[in-house]
């Protein structure tokens, strides 16, 4: 059976740090690209960062750039996403997705909330 957990979220005063993590199981993850995707109140859902597999080169959404970063241990088959520097405007609901060649796995998210 094939999951993406994510943990970490919770509420932060702006300015504050979190980590995400990511627990995947039921595949091969070092095959997978993984990608953090978060989802405004009311607004699509937009890819913020992504690392590949093997190079591990890394990628983020401009409004991230400096603030985030993804990386992963396939030794514990594991996703992570620091975020520093965090605005009200982070707000949302993280997802964790898995991309492989033929097919995509996704968490069921977590909820980040910036505000004082």
């Known amino acids: 059976q094939v999951q993406l957990v994510e943990s970490g979220g919770g509420l932060v005063q702006p300015g504050g740090s979190l980590r995400l993590s990511c627990a995947a199981s039921?595949?091969?993850?070092?095959?997978?690209?993984m990608n953090w995707y978060r989802q405004a109140p009311g607004k699509e859902r937009e890819l913020v960062a992504s690392i590949t597999n093997i190079l591990r080169k890394t990628n983020y959404a401009d409004p991230v750039k400096g603030r985030f970063a993804i990386s992963r241990d396939d030794a514990k088959n594991t996703a992570y996403l620091q975020m520093n520097s965090l605005k009200p405007e982070d707000t949302g609901v993280y997802y964790c997705n898995a991309r492989g060649t033929q097919t995509t796995y996704w968490g069921q998210g977590a909820q980040v909330t910036v505000s004082s």
């Open positions: 039921g595949f091969t993850f070092s095959s997978y690209a």
